[in-house]
Nanobody, 125 residues
Framework: MQVAESGGGEVQAGGSLRLSCTVS????????MGWFRQAPGKEREAISC????????YYQDSVKGRFTISRDNDKNTLYLQMNSLKPEDTAMYYC???????????????????GGQGTPVTVSS
């Protein structure tokens, strides 16, 4: 099982980016899928999850209304559309399959370690 994140970059506050997570060795609808981020000097935090069926989603309060998680089953790819970016969104972003298939409770504790390298996002003020 592998994931490959891409789409990060440098933007000014208020800008947008769309991150992609291409998976192999499994399908994006086989598991719930989550996005995580880790800012310099901080612990990794879970920011969004999409369940394996019906596209029900979860968002951390700090990104709710600005970020949208989605997936394309045909392309076996997970996305994170990020709008109205803020400097505090600066971090390395990672994706992972999640075995808590309904993204309930502490779903982040059920993320599989599949070794994605992450994609960096830098938001300047």
């Amino acid at each position: 099982m592998q994931v490959a994140e891409s789409g990060g970059g440098e933007v000014q506050a208020g800008g947008s980016l769309r991150l992609s997570c291409t998976v192999s060795g499994f399908t994006v609808d086989e598991y719930a899928m989550g996005w995580f981020r880790q800012a310099p000097g901080k612990e990794r935090e879970a920011i969004s999850c999409i369940i394996s069926t019906f596209d029900r989603t979860y968002y951390q309060d700090s990104v709710k209304g600005r970020f949208t998680i989605s997936r394309d089953n045909d392309k076996n790819t997970l996305y994170l559309q990020m709008n109205s970016l803020k400097p505090e969104d600066t971090a390395m972003y990672y994706c992972a399959p999640v075995t808590r298939l309904d993204c309930s409770g502490s779903w982040w504790d059920h993320a599989l370690q599949v070794g994605g390298q992450g994609t960096p996002v830098t938001v300047s003020s």
